[in-house]
């Protein structure tokens, strides 16, 4: 069966830190480009970080590049992101997704069910 499981989401004080997983089984993430993305309440999804298929490339949205770090661990068939110095404005539900492919410009094709992570003091 194909899915994308999140997990790691929870309530952290601004300036925390948090580490969620997307478990990936049916398919080898590895091959394919991984992403998260994220929505806050009352705002659209908006992507935050990709790592692509074989070498790893890795991007990030402007709001997180420095704090947050996208990783694969391919014998886990596990993606990471780590989420240092939490901001209130990082509070949403976190998704990972599958892309159709390689490269972090394609399209999504498998989504995950989201994790929810609040940042508040």
């Known amino acids: 069966q194909l899915q994308l499981v999140e997990s790691g989401g929870g309530l952290v004080q601004p300036g925390g830190s948090l580490r969620l997983s997307c478990a990936a089984s049916g398919f080898a993430l590895g091959n394919v480009a991984i992403g998260w993305f994220r929505q806050a309440p009352g705002k659209e999804r908006e992507g935050v970080s990709c790592i692509s298929g074989g070498l790893g490339m890795t991007n990030y949205a402007d709001s997180v590049r420095g704090r947050f770090t996208i990783a694969r661990i391919n014998a886990k068939n596990t993606v990471y992101l780590q989420m240092n110095n939490l901001k209130p404005e990082d509070t949403g539900v976190y998704y990972c997704?599958?892309?159709?492919?390689?490269?972090?410009?394609?399209?999504?094709?498998?989504w995950g069910k989201g994790t929810l992570v609040t940042v508040s003091s």
């Open positions: 997704a599958r892309y159709r492919g390689y490269f972090c410009s394609a399209d999504q094709d498998l």
